[in-house]
């Protein structure tokens, strides 16, 4: 018994009448993305050790996760200005060769003290460094 070779119709293969979903411009998903292979181990502004600190910064992050970077940019969370920058944020990002990221450097406010220092490029924060003592880029206090 001989067998039947099978056909298979063109509308079978013709996938022209299948939906095809455009994603406009203003759809792109805009939230952070977090790099966490970035972080500097060394320094003055290492990234902490510990599972329990650690862990405390991942749920400080996780709060940012729904929110696009037009709602995280503002006065606590923002870039900073290369003049801004401590002279031992400079010597770091110098000796790690970084110094051509210096308008890049992205500041999370994590309540009082605490910063998280990122390098931000379109949606993705690099995260780079903890400033626990806001020694990144000091604030001046007006009248002391």
């Not at 939230?31 to 502004?45: A, K």
Request: avoid cysteine; charged fraction near 30%.
């Amino acid at each position: 018994m001989a067998k039947k070779k099978k056909t298979v119709s063109d509308s079978a293969t013709n996938r022209l009448d299948q939906k095809r979903v455009k994603i406009k411009e203003h759809q792109i998903d805009n939230r952070p993305v977090w790099r966490f292979s970035t972080v500097d181990r060394n320094g003055p502004f290492a990234w902490p050790k510990g599972a329990h600190k650690e862990l405390d910064i991942v749920g400080k992050l996780h709060d940012f996760d729904s929110m696009t970077w037009s709602d995280i940019s503002g006065k606590q969370h923002h870039y900073l200005s290369p003049s801004s920058l401590s002279k031992e944020a400079k010597q770091r990002l110098e000796e790690l060769e970084l110094d051509d990221e210096i308008e890049n450097l992205f500041s999370f406010h994590l309540g009082g003290k605490p910063r998280i220092i990122a390098i931000k490029h379109a949606n993705i924060a690099k995260l780079f460094w903890f400033d626990p003592e806001h020694q990144v880029a000091p604030s001046k206090k007006k009248h002391t």
